[in-house]
């Protein structure tokens, strides 16, 4: 009878014991999960292909992804091949071009830029940051510049 007792209340302890440990470890995880967050390389891709010389008529554009950000390849009606980091420098919306107004447009706050990536109107404190490009053949490459 006695040893029923003592087996009965080690099995609840053990029960109990188990279940604290599973609750702490489900509060305080994700805490130090938050506060040291993983290691992530910046991914420094140099160059990418964005496309082919036939996707790109005069006077269009193409939003890529460069890395983590986006960057914008634009065919002017000049000829010439342009590209930016796509990345408003007023409060990172992602920029397009706007054909019918021939600049670069920010539609969060109105922010425009001229085909050289020059701020020109509205909030943007800064030009966009300007890519190379790079034909090869067919193909278009854009690359960071070297600084
Ligand atoms: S984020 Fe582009 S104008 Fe404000």
Redesign the pocket.
């Known amino acids: 009878m006695q040893g029923d007792k003592t087996d009965r209340r080690s099995f609840l302890n053990y029960i109990l014991g188990g279940s604290l440990l599973a609750t702490l470890a489900a509060v305080f995880y994700p805490v130090l999960a938050y506060l040291k967050p993983p290691e992530v390389s910046e991914a420094m891709t140099s160059s990418i292909k964005v496309g082919n010389l036939e996707d790109f008529p005069p006077d269009s554009s193409k939003i890529f992804k460069f890395g983590r950000k986006p960057g914008i390849l634009i065919h002017t009606p000049d000829g010439e091949f342009k590209a930016f980091n796509a990345t408003?420098?007023?409060?990172?919306?992602v920029?397009q071009y706007r054909k019918d107004l021939g600049v670069i447009w920010?539609a969060?706050?109105?922010?425009r830029f001229n085909l050289n990536g020059k701020n020109i109107s509205?909030?943007?404190p800064r030009p966009l940051e300007r890519f190379d490009v790079h034909i090869k053949g067919e193909e278009i490459y854009v690359s960071r510049r070297e600084t």
């Open positions: 408003c420098t007023h409060l990172s919306c920029v920010c969060c706050h109105n922010g509205g909030p943007p």
